[in-house]
């Protein structure tokens, strides 16, 4: 809750301090943390006997926020940034954007 009401107040003027961008970060990133992180805790729960020590459960933290922010990255926002669209004779289905392999060569 708290993170949501940050990042409504961080789009009102006044708001943009740099105290907040670890929480729009998280914010930004929240569905792809959202995706990724129960598989890994579901995995090392299964995979630990008995409750999780403090250090395992850290580092699946700062792994998910990795993966998330990896995620965000290299799929999220490339798609956000696609215009799709018919276009064409036979009103075909076609992307009009370049991948995103392309912007590394």
């Avoid at 890994?40 to 926020?65: E, K, R, Y």
Wanted: glycine share 6%.
């Amino acid at each position: 809750m708290f993170c949501h009401s940050v990042v409504i107040l961080r789009a009102h003027v006044g708001f943009d301090a740099p105290v907040f961008r670890p929480v729009t970060w998280v914010g930004d990133i929240s569905y792809s943390l959202y995706l990724v992180h129960w598989p890994l805790f579901a995995l090392a729960n299964h995979m630990w006997i008995g409750d999780l020590p403090l250090p395992v459960t850290l580092g699946l933290l700062i792994a998910s926020l990795v993966v998330a922010w990896l995620q965000y990255s290299l799929v999220e926002q490339p798609v956000h940034k696609a215009r799709f669209g018919f276009t064409g004779q036979g009103q075909r289905w076609r992307w009009h954007y370049r991948p995103w392999s392309s912007r590394f060569l």
